[in-house]
């Protein structure tokens, strides 16, 4: 049951439920660049993450991406495996290494169908995503480069109670949908100011506190919609943020 209360959904779950999951949840290594399904094809497992980071990206024709929105031990990825169109609209991807509980989405389906303390959780955390890939939105629109580059440092670091992980500029450039030389010159800056260490695929937050005032309200929005839905155990450092 350890690594069930790693995740904040299935450790909100009353325990009966967790005793009805638990032998059909098995427990995979999430590394770093692999692809868990691909926008447009069917999926066929659920994943509690337990920990690491998954991005969940819009991928153009071109092959360019941009990430919509980022799961980590708040969340589930592979709803489109438990809905009657079972279609991923994106592609969810790990970006920092971690674990899960993966289960079949069939075999999830009908636990849903037998008890509803199940399905409720997991209609919040769709709505949740929806928030996130709107809010997204705003954030690739109207915010610079390195607004953007804080942002998504300090969620990471939010989800993965670290303050140092392993990713590189070319990950970042998927993620945020620029070059590689615009999020260098980010990460740049965020150093000159003391706010990260950047070197060799490594970012280290020396300043969290700081990031959060440089960086734009997206922050502040997006975790405080994911903290909403956790209980309060489960909850990353928002009472912290500077308004």
């Known amino acids: 049951m350890r690594f069930i209360s790693a995740n904040g959904l299935l450790s909100a779950l ?12 098995q427990r995979v290594r999430l590394e770093a660049g692999s692809v868990l ?15 690491g980071i998954v991005s969940l990206l819009c991928v153009t ?10 799961a980590g031990c708040d969340a589930v ?30 075999v999830l389906q009908a636990a849903i169908k037998r008890d509803s303390q199940i399905y409720l959780p997991l209609l ?28 998504w440092l300090l969620l990471a670091h939010d989800r993965t109670n670290n303050g140092a992980f392993n990713i ?33 695929g490594r970012i280290t937050l020396l300043d969290p506190e700081g990031l959060e005032v440089f960086s734009c309200e997206c922050y502040r929005v997006l975790s405080r919609t994911v903290n909403s839905l956790l209980p309060p155990d489960n909850r990353s450092a928002t009472d912290r943020i500077i308004p």
């Open 61 to 70: 024709e071109d092959g360019d991406s941009v990430e919509v929105a980022m």
């Open 124 to 151: 919040d955390l769709s709505h949740s995503l929806s928030e996130q890939i709107a809010q997204a939105a705003v954030c690739n629109n109207f915010h610079t480069i390195d607004q953007r580059l804080a942002r």
């Open 168 to 200: 590189t500029h070319e990950a970042m450039a998927q993620i945020l949908g620029v070059s590689r030389g615009g999020v260098s010159a980010a990460a740049g800056q965020l150093q000159t100011k003391g706010l990260i260490h950047n070197a060799r």
């Open 14 to 25: 009353p325990p009966i439920i967790n005793e009805r999951l638990e032998p059909n949840l």
């Open 77 to 106: 990825i592979g709803f489109p495996g438990i809905a009657r169109k079972n279609e991923a609209a994106y592609r969810a991807q790990v970006q920092i290494a971690g674990e899960a509980l993966r289960i079949s989405a069939r």
């Open 37 to 51: 399904f691909e926008a447009g094809a069917p999926v066929d497992y659920t994943w509690f993450i337990t920990s």
